[in-house]
């Protein structure tokens, strides 16, 4: 069966520090991948896709970048964090297509101080 | 802006009820799917529906799709203080290769 791991769980960091999430799928090949942010109480927020290695499609123009160096393994990165960038970051995959159901990892939670 | 938007933002009902929310989208679709969030974690899929399906059951849940409307209900019957969460939906757009888009979310609470 797949499953999706995200860490860290919760993460605190200073304004200006740089930041990596990790997102790996274990038991599919080649997966559409997804990075969510979602603040308190709020709706979904596409923040990057990738349907491949290496191919990265961004959604909304921010201090955010995300790579995906392995099939299976996408990477949420930012050199300088700032306060806006606090929220509860979701990785999720899917299969073939772009429309089939997502499945979701646990989330990190991040607070910018 | 978003496709699909639900409604209501917000649900307070007693165990034992029944719990319906709906969600509008503006464009034709290929499906429509329904998620729930526990606090703090992560989404989880309930239903899909497709574009050419009235209704689809899944135990509890009972979700409707009409298309010349452009909405969809998801029903909740006999709800339990264990059903206390948030409910989004997604819509895949007509264009299949346009993005499953999520909704604002629907929170609701059971009480005991």
């Known amino acids: 069966s797949q499953t999706i791991h995200q860490w860290p769980a919760t993460l605190v960091q200073p304004v200006g520090s740089p930041l990596s999430l990790e997102c790996t799928v274990e038991g599919t090949s080649n997966p559409n991948l997804y990075w969510y942010r979602q603040a308190a109480g709020r709706g979904l927020q596409l923040l990057f896709y990738s349907v491949g290695i290496g191919q990265i499609s961004s959604e909304v123009p921010q201090n955010l970048s995300a790579s995906r160096p392995q099939d299976r393994q996408f990477i949420l990165s930012s050199k300088k964090l700032l306060l806006s960038d606090s929220g509860f970051y979701l990785c999720?995959?899917?299969?073939?297509?772009?429309?089939?159901?997502?499945?979701f990892g646990p989330g990190t939670r991040l607070l910018v101080l | 802006s978003q496709q699909g938007e639900e409604d209501p933002q917000a649900l307070s009902i007693q165990e034992g009820e029944n719990a319906t929310m709906n969600c509008s989208y503006k464009t034709s679709i290929n499906n429509l799917q329904w998620y729930r969030q526990n606090s703090g974690r992560g989404l989880v899929h309930l239903i899909l529906i497709r574009s050419n399906e009235r209704e689809k059951h899944s135990g509890r849940l009972r979700v409707t799709l009409d298309t010349s409307k452009k909405s969809s209900s998801l029903l909740i019957t006999a709800s339990r203080a264990a059903d206390t969460a948030s409910y989004f939906c997604?819509?895949?757009?007509?264009?299949?290769?346009?993005?499953?888009?999520f909704g604002g979310g629907t929170r609701l609470m059971v009480k005991p």
């Open positions: 997604a819509t895949a757009p007509g264009n299949a290769g346009n993005m499953l888009t």
């Open positions: 999720a995959w899917s299969g073939d297509s772009l429309q089939e159901t997502q499945y």
